[in-house]
Each structure stands twice: as structure tokens, then as C-alpha cells.
């Protein structure tokens, strides 16, 4: 809606309150009265759809309206929440709404409105009575002391009627505005991050995102929990004590859940000892539980055991009083599942470490090697879920459907799984409404408000069991995944459908998933054992698992119809035993020539898994793109039907890792297929479509995502000519190790120091500037029985007439050393295999816009901090060794005359003179480049394709 028909409307909103306004604010004028009368509208007038006059599908609604009301002291969930399809649980801001006759400025309600934005990391949240519109700042962590301070823009009524006051809030609330950012934008404008500082504080209410705080909460309860448990229990191992602090956390957690989303009546957690004694008041709701949900949290345990010994009562009290929904500010009727999955994937990347007299926590020895957790951001998780199974199923039924199976092999905390599951849901409720006779005959329940049909908690349960699969190494990941699935199957349920589940259907609320959701080695089968005997830790450790064994109904059909995640990656975290190295060579043939890298067994392993037709959807690092996995993409060229390539640039917090994911249908009639590119860049994003059997001719199978038919033609002509590196010797300069101090000098000390060109400002185009720094070529200076170490090169690299290359920088930075300078790592050394190689001609062809062009195509920018120019990509640059000796001496003697002018204009004192040294400069450089262009016989429009890519 526009905002002049917005505006209209509101004001007439404006003047019925106006009129009637005693009757208003009236203690009588109930909050349900005033929602129906002005808020929807007030609302529906910024374009929002809260009637669901349009999206009557209930799984696909932007809107949610909460029509409950506290049930004893139980808290609600926010009365609306907004959101933008086709995320639909992905909510953007909530309203409170409050009865006009009391005052807004209430602590306790700003505290509730705090809670619920806070919960699902908005930046805002909005009390309203219609009276008064209250924009409050929901990035705090809930303290219902500071709480009323968190007040950012508040009007009244009366202020609707004034244009540029309504223009504020409808440019910010609309749907339109909020499909554009404007409360992303509003945030960075209005409500700047307090200083890092400030954030690590500790004190009550500081900046802090909801799942920061819960997993230091987590952390600090699995450290505390641990100890105690070790305490009392000595001789449990440190596999023992993670397993059993994590079943703990777990069902506190699932509890907490299950009484926030008012499935259970009563505050189980903070009525704990009430009735005698704490743990065994735990253990015996926990049962009470089982007999309710089933499922693996409250399945029976070792803490269960009358012979475990619990941890010290007031360790546990004050761990359960913390949690409680009295004193928690947490509210997991409104923190989004796959927020909750980023929590705890975050959180398994530790365990417990147990010595004989206390336990520890520790990172994975896989997670430290690998620098970290890289939990896939929720957007990228939703786009390949978008193109792989909402794709799949379009246009199916839901009996067709549920002989799908769909899989992450590597499911972690099961972010992609809880996403599939979600879709799966959206996609039946879309389904049944539009067959409502089918909805009847499946038992679906209708809703006599709306006239929309809904899945009961039993039908979700079959889509549970029919579609959902996962696969993972580490225990704890399963139990959390199931977690996960379990949480996401009860989110829109009540007290009232569960029981139904209960009496009527006189099934569980959960069901058993033990044969979905499998803890195994997906890489390594069973067959390892043969002829092999391991011991028991090693057995373990290993976990070999056969899919056919596990999966036996889905493997007889071919395999699954999808799998999709984002595996393990890493060359550091790969540490295998030389039988499970053999095993792999044998088993993974495509995955173990070249660089070893766990994510490559992942796609060999879903390749074979998935059914021919079946789709694969994978998360990977960029390195696929173009390093030495040329086996690897051959695989892929060969095996799959490439549907989509997208580019995400660096997602990762605090992580240099460029991420990109690749979606495929396991089809090897591909020879026509065209491939959809997309580089996600806010600057400049690019879209294109390329060939499939592009990939196929480029050396390496490289899938060079910037390569177009007309590029690749004339990188086809460079193939007739001699490579730089048959040419020259090319060598890095002196590496400093780990004794750059003493190494690297500022003064010439004795005979052995040579002058070292070592800094960014001592090497230009065309020009070397020594600035004074020495490098003490003393090979005694290497200490090896104190550790040290370094690379010193040989003399004879340095001493002789050269080219030099810069390593670092978006385009290509040589020049000519005749001095016999040393030089750091930082540059390449280039020494010439004959003494008939004219340097200068050689130095033109490389500092030309076309070898920049060239680097820039065989090593793509992707939005990097910076490119690194490597020797295996330096030896590949063209160089044509021109016959015409004429245009080899033109070109020598413009190089010259641009030494000549550079060092002129660095030595120039005034503007005068640099002015005309810098013009004279570009008019050189311009007349190489051309002069390179007629060398390599380009034409008009292939020399425009190249200046209009640099």
C-alpha cells in the first residue's frame, strides 16, 4: 500500500479514536477490543496481510496473531509477529499490544517486549495501544531494571495526522520498507553497537545477542556440571562425563521449551524440590516425560541409574533456579529453531576431558586444527533447501512425497535438516488447502475461524519418519539433532493438540528416530575391519557405518533423492592412520590425488549416495573452484547435471573463508547443460549462465566462474605461445621464519648484510626504491638447535640481472633489477634461462593492462582482502616472442623511456614537474599497452572485452 493511502487511513483511525476517545480509555475497553479495532488495522494500512485476507495457507502467513492470553503465570508470546515470505519463521519485529487505559511506560511490559525481540535477535520491538507507539531497542539483554530505558521514538496518537511523523514510522514498519532493510538501517543509523568493550561486559542488561549469551550460559553450565559430576563420580571417563553433562543440558533445555510454548501446564523447572529432593524430583518428571514424549532426551540414561551419583544439590539448585522461567531472561517460545542449532553446534565443539582427578573442558582436537565452529549462516541454508527439495516436491503429492528420503550425511547440529523439515511441513499445508477433499480423508484439523485446513501433530510425525535422515560421526550431534527435530516438531503446538496426541490418537508426542537420525562414519564402512584388528579406542574413534546396513529400504532404490549440508572441510583437520589412508585411497579415488581434503570425500560419498535424478547440495570452500582438486571436479563434470554455482563471498564470523555451494541434479547427460553463476556481491553481484562443457576444456577441469565463450577464445590463442615459466627460473625471496628480527636489519653490521628491498613502498611499476634495509646473509645466523628456521635462497638469485614480480595485489607489479638488490619473500625472483631474453620487452608484456587481465582470469577476484599471485600462475602468463624485431625494439625502448620518466617523477620536488612527468608516465603506459595489443594480434572488440574488465 502507498503511504498516501496509509496515511489516509490512519488518520481516519485517528479521528474514530478522537471522537469516541472517553469510551477508549475506559478501563471496560479491553486489549482484545483495541487489537480489533485499531491495531490490525493500523497495520494492514503499512501493507501487512493481518487479516490473512491473501496467504491463507497457516504454515505461509507473514503475519501471526496471538490470540491467547496467559494461562496462571505463564508468559504468552508476542501478540504479532511479522515476517517476509518465503521465510516465514525467520520473524523481523513483534508488537505488544496493551489496553489504552494504562500507561505504556510500564517496566515490566517494556521488559516483556524487550524479552521477545531480544529472543529472536531484532535490533527493534514495538508496545502499542494505539494511544501511543513505542519503538524500543531490543538488542540488550532483558533486565526489567533498565528495561524502560531502552525506549528509542515514542508517539502519540495525535502525532499519526502529521505527515512527516507518520512518514517516520510507516517508512520503517511498512511491509514494503521492511522487504527493503529499513529496520537493518534504522539500527546502523540510530542504534550504533556500543564499543567491543562494553559488549564483554558482564553486568545485567549489556549488549549482547541472544545466542552469544546462551552458549556462554551452556558453557558455564557443562564446566560446572562436569566438575561436579566428576566429583562424585571418579572414575567416569571424559566420554562419559560429556555424554551425560549434555543429557542433563538437554532435557533442561527441552523442558524449558516445552513450558514457554504452554505445551506443559506447569513451570516444571522452577517447582524442582519443592516436594523434597531436587535431583530425584528431576529424575522423576523425567520419567514422567518419557511415558509423554519418548524420543531420545528423556529416554532412560545413566543419570537415571539409582547407583549414579548426582551432582552436589546446591550445584544443581542454582543451576535449575538460573534456567527457571522466573529468573532467565530467555523466552524459547520465541528464539528460532535453527538460532537454538547455531547455539549448540557452537557448543559441540567441545567435550569434557577427565583425569583422575577432575574434568576439563577442551576443544575437538578436529574443531582446534580447523580454527573453529562454521556454522552455515541461516540464508544459505534456506537458498539450497529453496533449490533442492522445495524443487524436488513441486508439484508432487503428499503420498508421493513420503517416499522421498532426503539426507545431510554430515548433520551436526542439523540446521539443514530442521530447514527441509520445515519446508516439508509449509509445503503438505499448502497442499491440503488447495485439496481440502484430501484434507478431509488425510484427518487434517479445520480451523472454523479462518477456513484453512492444518497438519495434526501425527501427520508431522510421519514426515518426520518417511523424509527426514541424518548421518554424523559424533554422538552428541545426533542426540542434538534429534533435539533439534523434536523442537521443531512441536513449535506450533498446544496443550490442547497434545493432549489430542495423547488420548485421541493414543500415540507419543515424539517419535523414535534411531533409524533416521544414525551416529557413524560416513566415509568408512565396515569393511575396514577386514583383515585389520583395531583396538578398541581406535574402533571407536573410526565408528565405520555401512548406509546399506542402516538404510537398507532407501539403498535398494538407488539411494536418496537428496542429500544437501555442508560437510566437514579442512587440510589440518584431516588426520587419518595408514590403514584408514589405504581404505580411502581405495574407496575415494577421485578424492585422494592432489590436495587431501575432507570436504572432497564428502562429495564422492554423496555422489554415490544419491539416486540417478536425485539432487546434491553442498556447502564448500572456494579452493574447489580452481586449486588442485582437478579429480575432484571431473568427478562432478562427469556424474552431475550443474543446476547452480553461487559465489557467497565470506560468511563465516571472524573467519577468512570463502564460501560457495553447488546444486546438481546425479545425471551424466550433461553435454548441453548450461550452469546458473551467481557471484553474491553488494556491490557488483554478478549473474551469468555458462556451459557445462566449458569446465570440461580448461586445463584442470577448473570451473573458472568469470570465464565467458569470447574470454575463453582468446585465453585459447595465449596457449600457442611460450609460458613465462619456460622462460625464467622463478623463485620467492627470503623468507624470514621465525628470525625475521635479527635477519632483517636497519643497518649494514658486516661483510655478509646485502641491501634488502623489503617493503610494499620500495617496489612500484617500473621503479625500485631502496630504503635502507639490510639483510644479514649469514647462514650461521640460523640457530636450527634453538628452533629457529628460515630461507635464505641462494646468491646467485639476487646478484644477477632479473625481473621481479610482486606476490600481492589485484594487478600484476613487476620491474627490472640490475643491482643486485635481495629481496623478501613478499616479491618473486625471476631469473632468465638464457642470456638472448631481453628483459625490458619481457617487463612491458608483464606490467600491460593484458597480463593483468589475463592473471585476473586464471585467478578470479572474488571480493578477497587480497590476491595472491602464486608460481604456478606467474609460469603460466603468455609471453609471445614477437618474430618482427621491430616491435620487440619499439617496445624495449618505450620501457625504457618509462624507467626513465618514473624515476624522474619520484625524484621531482615540485608540482610543476610531477605534473608533467605523471602525464608523460600515462601517455607511456598507454602506448605499451597498445603496442602489447598489436604483439598478440588482438582486435578492436577483444581489446575492448579487456579494457573493460581492468
Known amino acids: 500500500m502507498s503511504f498516501e493511502s496509509a496515511f489516509e487511513q490512519v488518520k481516519q483511525l485517528v479521528e474514530d479514536f478522537k471522537t469516541h476517545e472517553k469510551q477508549y480509555l475506559s478501563p471496560e475497553y479491553s486489549e482484545a477490543q483495541v487489537r480489533k479495532d485499531f491495531i490490525d488495522k493500523f497495520f494492514i494500512a503499512l501493507g501487512w496481510d493481518v487479516n490473512h485476507d491473501i496467504q491463507k495457507n497457516p504454515y505461509e502467513q507473514e503475519v501471526k496473531v496471538e490470540k491467547n492470553v496467559k494461562v496462571g503465570t505463564a508468559q504468552k508470546k508476542a501478540d504479532y509477529s511479522f515476517s517476509l515470505s518465503p521465510n516465514f519463521t525467520d520473524s523481523k519485529f513483534y508488537v505488544e499490544a496493551k489496553k489504552p487505559s494504562k500507561s505504556l511506560k510500564k517496566a515490566d511490559d517494556y521488559f516483556q517486549a524487550v524479552r521477545y525481540g531480544w529472543n529472536s535477535q531484532h535490533s527493534v520491538a514495538v508496545l502499542t495501544d494505539f494511544e501511543e507507539f513505542h519503538i524500543i531497542d531490543s538488542r540488550f539483554k ?30 520503517l514498519f ?154 532467565s531472561p530467555y523466552n524459547f517460545a520465541q528464539i528460532p529453531i535453527h538460532i537454538l542449532g547455531s547455539i549448540y553446534e557452537r557448543f559441540l565443539g567441545k567435550v569434557v576431558s577427565s583425569t583422575s582427578k577432575m574434568a576439563t573442558i577442551e576443544e575437538k582436537p578436529e574443531v582446534r586444527k580447523s580454527g573453529g565452529v562454521y556454522y552455515t549462516p541461516q540464508y544459505i541454508v534456506d537458498y539450497i533447501v529453496q533449490n533442492t527439495i522445495k524443487e524436488f516436491i513441486e508439484g508432487k503429492s503428499p503420498n508421493e512425497i513420503s517416499k522421498m528420503s532426503f539426507a545431510d550425511i554430515s548433520c551436526g547440529s542439523g540446521s539443514f535438516l530442521i530447514t527441509v523439515f520445515d519446508t516439508l511441513i509449509r509445503y503438505h499445508g499448502k497442499w491440503f488447502n488447495n485439496h481440502p477433499d484430501e484434507a478431509k480423508k488425510a484427518g487434517c484439523k479445520y480451523n472454523d475461524e479462518k477456513g484453512t485446513y492444518g497438519l495434526r501433530l501425527h501427520q508431522k510425525q510421519q514426515i518426520l519418519l518417511n523424509n527426514i535422515y541424518g548421518v554424523d560421526i559424533d554422538y552428541q550431534a545426533v542426540e542434538v539433532t534429534q533435539l533439534s527435530l523434536f523442537l521443531k516438531l512441536l513449535e506450533d503446538e498446544t496443550m490442547a493438540s497434545a493432549d489430542e496426541q495423547l488420548v485421541m490418537m493414543k500415540e507419543k508426542l515424539l517419535p523414535d528416530l534411531s533409524r533416521n537420525i544414525i551416529c557413524g562414519n560416513s566415509l568408512i564402512g565396515t569393511d575396514i575391519y577386514e583383515g585389520n584388528l583395531f583396538p ?32 566437514p572441510w579442512g587440510q589440518k583437520a584431516v588426520k587419518f592412520s595408514n590403514i584408514e589412508k589405504q581404505y580411502l585411497l581405495k574407496t575415494y579415488p577421485s578424492s585422494i590425488i592432489g590436495i587431501l581434503d575432507f570436504f572432497r570425500f564428502f562429495i564422492e560419498k554423496s555422489t554415490k549416495l544419491i539416486r540417478q535424478r536425485g539432487y546434491f547440495g553442498l556447502v564448500l570452500p572456494d579452493i574447489l573452484l580452481l586449486k588442485q582438486y582437478d579429480s575432484t571436479r571431473k568427478l562432478i563434470l562427469e556424474q552431475h547435471k550443474i543446476k547452480k554455482i553461487d559465489y557467497w563471498g565470506m560468511v563465516f564470523e571472524s573467519v577468512n573463508l570463502d564460501v560457495i555451494s553447488i546444486i546438481s541434479e546425479i545425471n551424466s547427460n550433461n553435454k548441453t547443460n548450461s550452469i546458473e553463476v551467481y557471484i553474491h556481491n553488494e556491490d557488483k553481484p554478478v549473474e551469468k549462465k555458462i556451459h557445462q562443457s566449458l569446465f570440461r576444456e580448461l586445463d584442470g577441469f577448473k570451473f573458472n566462474l568469470f570465464l565467458d565463450a569470447e574470454t575463453k577464445n582468446i585465453l585459447d590463442k595465449f596457449k600457442l605461445y611460450t609460458k613465462f615459466g619456460d622462460l625464467f627460473i622463478i623463485r620467492e625471496g627470503i623468507h624470514s621464519g621465525n628470525i625475521r628480527g635479527k635477519l632483517f636489519i636497519p643497518e649494514n653490521i658486516n661483510p655478509f648484510c646485502k641491501r634488502l628491498i623489503f617493503g610494499r613502498d620500495e617496489i612500484k611499476r617500473y621503479f625500485l626504491k631502496w630504503q635502507g634495509m639490510w639483510a644479514n646473509y649469514k ?72 597480463m593483468t587481465w589475463f592473471y585476473r582470469k586464471i585467478q578470479p577476484r572474488k571480493g578477497k582482502l587480497f590476491s595472491e599471485l602464486k608460481i604456478n600462475q606467474l609460469s603460466q602468463f ?42 608523460k608516465f600515462k601517455a607511456l603506459d598507454n602506448e605499451i599497452n597498445n603496442h602489447v595489443y598489436s604483439i598478440y594480434k588482438l582486435n578492436n572488440r577483444e581489446i575492448k572485452l579487456i579494457e573493460n574488465s581492468n
Open 142 to 171: 532483558p533486565d526489567v531494571k533498565t528495561s524502560i530505558d531502552r525506549c528509542i521514538q515514542q508517539y502519540h496518537y495525535s502525532q499519526y495526522t502529521i505527515e512527516e511523523k507518520f512518514r517516520k514510522i510507516y517508512h
Open 779 to 850: 647462514k650461521e645466523l640460523i640457530d636450527k638447535e634453538k628452533g629457529e628456521y628460515a630461507g635464505l635462497g641462494k646468491p646467485e638469485y639476487f646478484e644477477n640481472d632479473k625481473i621481479v614480480v610482486r606476490r600481492t595485489g589485484d594487478f600484476v607489479l613487476a620491474n627490472i633489477d640490475t643491482e643486485g638488490y635481495y629481496f623478501s619473500n613478499n616479491v618473486f625472483v625471476c631469473i632468465p634461462q638464457g642470456k638472448d631474453i631481453d628483459l625490458f620487452y619481457i617487463l612491458g608484456i608483464l606490467n600491460s593492462k593484458l
Open 878 to 919: 603468455p609471453i609471445k616472442i614477437c618474430s618482427d624485431k621491430n616491435k620487440i625494439e619499439r617496445l624495449t625502448k618505450l620501457v625504457k623511456e618509462i624507467i626513465k620518466t618514473n624515476k624522474l617523477l619520484y625524484e621531482s620536488k615540485i608540482e610543476k614537474d610531477k605534473n608533467l612527468y605523471e602525464s
Open 174 to 327: 511498512s511491509r514494503e520498507d521492511v522487504s527493503k532493510g529499513s529496520l537493518d538501517r534504522f539500527a546502523d543509523l540510530y542504534m550504533p553497537k556500543p564499543k567491543k568493550n562494553f559488549q564483554k561486559g558482564l553486568f545485567k542488561g549489556g549488549f549482547q545477542q541472544v545466542d552469544d549469551s546462551f552458549l556462554k550460559e551452556l558453557d558455564e553450565i557443562r564446566e560446572v556440571l562436569a566438575r561436579a559430576i566428576k566429583k562424585s563420580n571418579p572414575s567416569f571417563t571424559g566420554e562419559v562425563l560429556t555424554e551425560t553433562v549434555q543429557r542433563i543440558i538437554d532435557r533442561l533445555v527441552f523442558i524449558r521449551f516445552l513450558e514457554d510454548k504452554l505445551i506443559e501446564p506447569e513451570h516444571i523447572i522452577d517447582g524442582l524440590g519443592s516436594k523434597g529432593d531436587l535431583w530425584k524430583e528431576f529424575i522423576s518428571e523425567s520419567r514422567k516425560l518419557d511415558t509423554k514424549y519418548n524420543g531420545l532426551v528423556f529416554k532412560k540414561h545413566l543419570i537415571d541409574e539409582l547407583d549414579f551419583k548426582p551432582p552436589a544439590y546446591k550445584i544443581f539448585e542454582d543451576i535449575c533456579n538460573d534456567l527457571s522461567h522466573v529468573n
Open 536 to 567: 578398541t579406542e581406535e574402533e571407536k574413534k573410526i565408528n565405520a557405518m555401512n548406509f546399506e546396513d542402516r538404510f537398507p529400504d532407501i539403498m535398494k532404490k538407488g539411494g536418496f533423492d537428496v542429500v544437501l549440508g555442508n560437510p
